[in-house]
C-alpha cells in the first residue's frame, strides 16, 4: 500500500546526542516532523519512525497490536544507542506510553523523556465494551487532527479499529503498573484542552513515575497534537533546553 503523504519515516545523522521520536496512535511521523527538523537543526542525531500499520490504510492497522508499535521504537533506540553517546525518547499520545514503556524497560540507556500528551487509558471510547465490539463493528470515527490553530492537519485515519483500540488497551494497562519503573528525567507537556487525551493521564504519569528530576508545562493555546499547534515552538524549545542540561550533566569531565 502507498504511504499517506508525509508519513514517510525520518532519519537525521548528526551528533552524538539522539532523540527517537514517537508517533500517535492512528497518526504518523507528520506530527512530529516539525519537531524533528528543530532538533535535526541543532545538530542532533534523530529518529522518527512509523509504526506498524500506520500511514497506509486504517485497515492494515487492524492486523497489528502494541507488540508490534513498541518492537519498531525499541529497534531504533537501540539503533540510534549503537551510534550515541546519548539518548532521549520523546513522545506524543500513545507514542509517550511507547516512551514510558521503554523507560521502564531500558532503563539508564535513556538518558531522560519528553512527553507531550501522554495517554496512558482509555478516553472516549467505552473501553469495556471493545473486546466484544471489535468483532461485530471494525471501526469507529478518527481521532485526527485535534488542533485549535486554523489550516493545519494531521495525516492519520479517519477511522479508528477497534481490534487495534483492544490492543492499546491492554498495552495502557501495562504502561500503568510500571510507571514506578521510570526513573529517568521527565519533561511532561500537557495541553489545558485536550478533546482525545484528558489531562488526567498526564496527572497518572506525574503521581506514579519514580523520577526525581521532573519538570510540568501547561500548553494553553493548543489542544491533542500540540506539536502541530500554537504551542509548537515552546515544545521544541523546551525539550531541546532539556537535552542541553542533561547532556552537559552527563558529559565527561575534563
Known sequence: MPLMPGAEPFRHDGGEIGVLLCHGFTGTPQSLRPWADHLAARGLTV???????????????????????????????????????????????MGGALTLHLAAQHGDAISGIVLVNPSVKADGIPIKAVPVLRHLVPSVPGIASDIAK?????????????????????????????????????????????????????????????????????????????????????????????????AKEEAPSG
Not at 168 to 181: D, H, I, N
Open 150 to 246: 486554523e489550516g493545519v492537519t494531521e495525516t492519520g485515519y479517519d477511522r479508528t479499529p477497534l481490534h487495534a483500540v483492544y490492543s492499546l488497551s491492554r498495552f495502557w494497562k501495562l504502561v500503568r503498573a510500571e510507571l514506578p519503573q521510570v526513573t529517568q528525567p521527565l519533561l511532561l507537556l500537557h495541553s489545558r484542552v485536550d478533546h482525545v487525551v484528558h489531562p488526567s493521564n498526564s496527572a497518572i504519569v506525574l503521581g506514579r513515575v519514580s523520577s526525581a528530576d521532573v519538570s510540568e508545562r501547561v500548553l494553553e493555546r493548543s489542544y491533542h497534537v500540540a506539536t502541530l499547534d500554537h504551542d509548537a515552538e515552546q515544545i521544541f524549545e523546551e525539550s531541546y533546553g532539556f537535552v542541553q542540561r542533561l
Open 47 to 93: 529518529s522518527v519512525p512509523l509504526l506498524p500499520g500506520h500511514g497506509t490504510r486504517w485497515q492494515d492497522m487492524q492486523l497489528t497490536g502494541w507488540q508490534d508499535w513498541y518492537a519498531e521504537v525499541d529497534r531504533e533506540l537501540r539503533s540510534l544507542s549503537a551510534t550515541c553517546s546519548q539518548v532521549f525518547v520523546f513522545g506524543m499520545s
